[in-house]
């Protein structure tokens, strides 16, 4: 009995994948259901009825638009050459399809050729419609010099909240986003990827689904390189920004702006063509399930491997070092797995001088630790999909690395591959399965896929099939959307919440109290404790997780508030206020809304507009980014070790309140700016708590022998004096 390819749900990821991968290295973008990248002309019509636009999609691929010939010449091919004018000595190219056979007969028809390898828009003068037989142009289009082709371009880096950074982005395409170095903490609830008109975020944006084709609230990311395709016909042309947004609260994370105009390729769906069309696929060992799956882009390649590994297991592919035959030793490859405990992904070059491990740069040893900066594989991505490892790699078809050899694109190479342990180095130990016959591929053929089909139809495989969401988004940027609300999140389980101790109505006792941010604690912190959905930060209170406050009527009190002074960045801007409003987020509320809450302090009213005036200097408690999740601690005390405090310059805001017999025994601390961020105050009319002691000082879980409540409850509520970030 064979094993399977992998289920149609796995297939389906992995095809998206490889898809989003094929789109970073496929070249094409613009914007409208017209753009085909930049005009070149028109082909001159001189015989057999030739006719056209030319179009350069990028560096290496022209567009024809409605090619017309009426196939009648015994040899006319495509060429394109560095001579002044057309003749035979040009270079022929390949059609459409991939065929070197003579032209049939088009009419109207959109094509897309490739340059032959070395060759770019950059170093050819003209194309053509040739007949070889008879030396006679049958039309042509000069290529102007220094013509400014169409290419990917650089937009700045990401740097927001809740940890999200990245390298420059890339614009790939008109529909393509290459993030690099992508991360996020995934505390938020509602995080998404989004795009929008104008400059900044606002709810009037669209989402973007993640690597996956996914619209889901982002998980976590650590510095992982992502391929994001934007959605329905939207292109870089119609937006002016992309970012993370958090839909539910609001909350710009993070944007980068983006120039109109850009000069980049078109996507393959804006020139008509198919991504399936461009994939490849085979089979290197039905028991493992092991495929190779790829596609030729320009000057490079875009792979997975995709095998059914055991836990600690490699898949080698690569070349042969022997033209003739399928020889292990010299080859050269890409070692690949997926780690199951981290679900990190690896793709290494390496060299196999021999059939024993890396010992001293011999054997078979990664290509760094036989010579520096000869690494040439990139990982574009990968997955562990219901037991498969799937990894995504590029590499160039040729590099000047004498340890790697040449992917051919004009015939077959043979091939070599492997299955076997990591050893504890993280390194190849001798294989376990392995290529014992002579196997040859030609990387260029016209796209076939000899793999298992899913069970979808093809042309399925490559669109998001969430069937948990049948009000799944049809998105066109042109058409203006109405305002959206932020959606209120579903309410939070309650259960398994830490124990944070509550400031008493007796502490501290000159009633000063510090308002800063932090994380929200996962699982246990925010949610459990309220029953509402934050949104990764929420106020800090002496040091504690939104501790609820006792106050006694007629006593002053004040609160030192670090919570951000600077509107223009939202979400790093959080003015205190004191309300009977358990959401908050005064500013965003409608009319009808305002009218049914009050505010106690932390605002001023100037003819008619409530403005906050709890605003100062931002402090935020951050998590140490080496020690567990916050899901991981069974206190919150313990969890509290793991933070430290940072503060902007600046100065603290100062919000004064004594609450008087007015006051309902129950109001709130929140963000004036943003929803669930705060939680209670406790109006007493006197306090019979006994006082504490005078000393102020913490105490700390030790998270192994659990509990929490006992550790904290007994002292008074935290003085952290801020640590100031200097400006360097």
């Not at 601390?669 to 209670?680: A, D, E, P, S, V």
């Amino acid at each position: 009995m064979t094993t399977q390819s992998p289920t149609s749900s796995t297939t389906r990821l992995s095809s998206i994948g490889l898809v989003a991968a094929v789109y970073l290295l496929l070249a094409t973008q613009i914007c409208g259901a017209a753009y085909y990248g930049k005009l070149i002309g028109k082909l001159s019509e001189l015989h057999h009825g030739v006719s056209g636009e030319v179009y350069a999609v990028d560096g290496r691929t022209l567009f024809i638009k409605d090619f017309t010939y009426d196939g009648e010449a015994p040899t006319a091919y495509f060429y394109v050459g560095t001579s002044k004018s057309p003749n035979g000595n040009g270079i022929r190219l390949r059609d459409e399809s991939g065929s070197s056979d003579t032209l049939k007969r088009y009419r109207r028809k959109d094509i897309t050729l490739t340059l032959p390898d070395g060759k770019t828009m950059a170093n050819i003068k003209w194309f053509a419609v040739w007949c070889d037989e008879f030396s006679v142009n049958f039309g042509d289009v000069r290529i102007p010099r220094g013509f400014d082709y169409p290419k990917p371009q650089k937009l700045a880096a990401l740097n927001g909240v809740h940890g999200v950074s990245s390298e420059p982005i890339v614009v790939v395409d008109a529909q393509t986003l290459l993030i690099p170095s992508f991360s996020y903490d995934g505390e938020a609830p509602d995080a998404k990827f989004w795009v929008g008109a104008g400059p900044t975020p606002s709810p009037q944006g669209i989402r973007v689904p993640d690597e996956n084709g996914k619209e889901q609230p982002l998980r976590r990311y650590d510095r992982k390189a992502i391929v994001l395709t934007l959605p329905g016909d939207v292109t870089i042309h119609q937006i002016g920004h992309f970012g993370v947004w958090c839909e539910a609260f609001a909350v710009d994370f993070g944007h980068v702006q983006i120039p109109q105009g850009l000069n980049v390729p078109p996507s393959l769906k804006m020139l008509g063509v198919s991504p399936q069309s461009k994939l490849n696929c085979e089979v290197l060992e039905d028991r493992l399930a092991f495929e190779v799956r790829w596609a030729v882009a320009g000057d490079s390649i875009v792979a997975q491997l995709v095998g059914k590994l055991d836990d600690g297991q490699y898949m080698a592919f690569g070349l042969s070092a022997d033209p003739e035959r399928s020889s292990m030793v010299g080859g050269d490859a890409v070692v690949a797995w997926v780690d199951k405990q981290t679900l990190q992904g690896y793709a290494v070059d390496y060299f196999l001088d021999a059939k024993s491990q890396c010992s001293g740069g011999r054997g078979s040893c990664p290509d760094t630790r036989i010579q520096e900066n000869t690494n040439s594989i990139r990982l574009l991505n990968a997955a562990l999909v219901d037991g498969y490892s799937i990894v995504t790699y590029q590499r160039p078809l040729k590099t000047n690395d004498e340890l790697d050899h040449q992917i051919l694109t004009n015939r077959s190479q043979p091939i070599i591959w492997a299955v076997g342990p990591l050893n504890e180095r993280q390194e190849v130990s001798f294989h376990s399965d392995y290529l014992k016959t002579d196997r040859f591929i030609d990387f260029g053929r016209p796209p076939i896929w000899n793999c298992p089909v899913p069970d979808h139809e093809p042309s399925q495989i490559f669109t998001d099939q969430n069937d948990d969401k049948p009000d799944q988004q049809q998105l066109v940027a042109t058409t203006r959307r109405p305002y959206r609300t932020p959606a209120t999140p579903a309410p939070a389980p309650k259960t398994g919440a830490w124990e944070i101790p509550p400031i008493q109505c007796n502490e501290p006792e000159d009633g000063v109290l510090y308002a800063q941010m932090g994380p929200t604690g996962g699982k246990h912190g925010y949610p459990a404790i309220t029953g509402h959905v934050g949104w990764g930060i929420s106020w800090y209170i002496n040091g504690l997780l939104i501790p609820e406050i006792n106050v006694v009527r007629g006593k002053k009190y004040r609160f030192v508030v670090e919570g951000g002074e600077n509107p223009e960045t939202p979400a790093r801007y959080h003015p205190f206020y004191i309300t009977d409003d358990p959401v908050g987020g005064y500013q965003h509320k409608t009319p009808e809304e305002k009218e049914k809450v009050k505010i106690f302090a932390g605002v001023k009213r100037q003819r008619g507009v409530v403005r906050p005036t709890g605003v100062g200097r931002l402090c935020n408690w951050l998590p140490d980014q080496n020690q567990p999740l916050a899901d991981d601690f069974t206190s919150f005390g313990a969890y509290q070790r793991t933070l430290t405090l940072e503060c902007d310059h600046g100065e603290p805001g100062i919000v004064e309140w004594i609450p008087d017999e007015d006051t309902p025994d129950t109001v709130y601390y929140q963000c004036f700016t943003h929803r669930y961020l705060g939680w209670k105050i406790n109006v007493h009319d006197s306090c019979d708590v006994e006082p504490a002691g005078n000393e102020n000082h913490e105490i700390y879980v030790d998270p192994k022998k659990g509990g929490g409540r006992e550790d904290l409850e007994i002292s008074p509520s935290i003085r952290e004096a801020s640590k100031i970030i200097h400006d360097h």
